[in-house]
């Protein structure tokens, strides 16, 4: 697959995540544990997101990722228990879109990173990945649509 990259600017985001660490084998398995214990807290604060579901990724190894999986917010909420609140970073962001399934979304952190290097860029901060297509609403993974963000200088 050919990936498009653009520069876009983004403003600061507020967000409530829960940030782990796992082996990379668990990662599927952990967000499906994250991502919906975030959805409950912020639906039974009688919040709704101001866009889909992501993971930044502010560590990761050959087996092992630091991870962090949330909601971004129209206003800031404060955190409990596990879940805090924070905000994804405003500035210049690479950014491409995958369509297709999950465990295909490296091959566009490479072209992203070859692309970043390419231009004489440099990165400003952990990557994140925006699941625009709920996998819950569109079973067929060819179908599924993720926006990565990377933060540059």
Known sequence: ?????????????????????????????????????????????????SGPPFTRYHGFSEDRVDIEGGLPLPAPLPGEGRITAGMLPAGDVATTVHMGPYDRLPHAHDALHEWIEANKRSSAGPQWEVYLTDPGLEPNPQKWKTELMWPIK
């Open 1 to 49: 697959m050919s990936y498009q990259v653009e520069i876009r600017k983004v403003t600061e985001q507020p967000v409530v995540s829960i940030r782990v660490q796992c082996h990379v084998a668990e990662l599927g398995a952990i967000l499906a544990e994250i991502l919906p214990e975030v959805w409950r807290y912020v639906r039974n604060n009688g919040v709704n997101p």
